[in-house]
């Protein structure tokens, strides 16, 4: 058979980067200006004002041309020295990658092992940092959505263990695929460093990311001998635009005014609420397919769901991948896949950005028929579950 030539747009059901709406993509095509021109400089000032509203914060946040990793390593490089020790929380492939990215720089890491299906444990976390009466632990890493796993962990929490330990390392948390789809609060939960990245919940092309820092973290940077310089925070200060060093890419300022309006306009509270009906919307229909040994869901503790990626494991002896390629292939949607060790186990729906119940559904009616294709095993009408609970939730009250 010839190969079919798409047509309509494509389901793009991926993790991250995200489906951008069209005022996003109209606002990233203004022409150039010059980044030192006031009625941009008006613009950068605006986008830093709203980052700091959506990360629930009044501190400083420094910003840098480069995906995720490049916030990952300013987080790094700007709070320690070499020989730090850091305890990283291990959530799945992002926790396991930012812990490597630490032992490249010469930082120690400890880690408080988890099942990646079950989730870290309080406790312990509260436990292991107790045991530290020296202090050798600078910091805490958190990811606050494992975007490999499927799977949330509370900041929160992660904030009370620390307290009840009374510990006073810093708390990093990488909220690349949370910040603008799950609740963050930087101050409330006293987080000294928040990482986020422009591609996931803020509906942006990839190529930027943020830190932002808190007053005890700004201090602590003073100290830090790690080298750095394109991403050294006091460097940045230094500069016209306080928080950004080099040409600055003015169209993504452009597109994250427009990303931040969008999401200012819905309000936070609501693009929550609609990631959390989404997210329980694909919960249902995954649940459903798991009868007749179907598919099940990856996170086995309901209370760490993520309202914005579902990982999906398939059953014994059936990949993952020949799923994702009969629904790439066949019907133009997209998937995420399995990452590090759950390659070819996972495959993973993306249900963050901008994103509505039509395209939920039409993308679970797409991955179920790929099952068929696949001919994997699963108890058809996983749709139907998610109908009626998209239904029920649409009903007036
Ligand atoms: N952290 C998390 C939770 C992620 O999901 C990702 C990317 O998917 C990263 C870090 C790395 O970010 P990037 O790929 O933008 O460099």
Redesign the pocket.
């Known amino acids: 058979t010839t190969a079919r030539i798409p047509r309509g747009r494509q389901f793009f059901a991926n ?2 980067p995200t489906n951008i709406p069209d005022s996003i993509l109209k606002a990233v095509s203004a022409v150039s200006i010059d980044f030192n021109d006031p009625a941009f400089l008006t613009v950068y000032d605006d986008v830093v004002a709203g980052l700091k509203r959506i990360l629930k914060t009044q501190q400083d946040v420094f910003l840098y041309t ?7 390593e300013a987080a790094l490089v700007n709070l320690f020295s070499p020989g730090d020790t850091l305890l990283i929380i291990e959530t799945g492939h ?1 926790s396991e ?2 812990g490597k990215m630490a032992k490249d720089f010469g930082l120690e890491v400890r880690t408080l092992s988890a099942d990646w299906r079950r989730g870290a444990d309080f406790a312990a976390l509260r436990a292991m940092l107790a045991e530290d009466k020296t202090h050798t632990i600078k910091a805490v890493c958190a ?6 796993t499927g799977m949330e962990l509370s900041i929160a929490e992660t904030r009370a263990a620390m307290d009840a330990a009374a510990h006073p390392a810093l708390l990093l948390v ?5 910040l603008g789809s799950l609740d963050f609060r930087m101050d409330e939960w006293g987080v000294d460093a928040a ?1 986020g ?4 919940g803020l509906m942006l092309p ?1 190529g930027m ?1 943020f830190t932002g820092v808190s007053a005890k973290a700004m201090a602590t940077h003073k100290l830090s001998k790690l080298p750095k310089s394109y991403l050294n925070w006091t460097n940045m200060l230094t500069r016209r635009h306080k928080s950004f060093i080099g040409t600055v890419p003015t169209s993504l300022f452009y597109g994250m005014r427009e990303s931040i309006r969008l999401l200012e306009e819905e309000g936070l509270d609501a693009v929550f609420a609609r990631h959390a009906r989404l997210a329980e919307a694909v919960r249902r229909c995954v649940r459903h397919w798991s009868g007749n040994n179907g598919p099940s869901l990856f996170c086995e503790s309901p209370d760490r769901f993520s309202n914005s990626v579902t990982a999906v494991l398939m059953p014994e002896g059936h990949d993952a991948e020949a799923v994702r390629r009969v629904a790439l292939q066949a019907f133009n949607v997209s998937l995420g896949g399995g990452l590090n060790r759950l390659g070819g186990q996972v495959f993973r729906i993306g249900h963050l950005g901008d994103l509505n119940e039509p395209m939920i559904l039409g993308t679970l009616a797409t991955v179920e028929a790929s099952l068929r294709v696949a001919g994997v095993p699963h108890a058809p009408g996983g749709v139907q579950a998610a109908i009626e609970y998209l239904a029920e939730a649409a009903r007036p009250a």
Not at 66 to 72: E, I, P, R, T, V
Not at 197 to 200: D, L, P, Y
């Open positions: 993790p991250g480069g995906s995720g990793h490049a916030a990952w992002f990658s930012w990811v606050q959505n494992e975007t490999a990488d909220t690349i695929s949370s990482v990245g422009s591609q996931k990839t990311s």
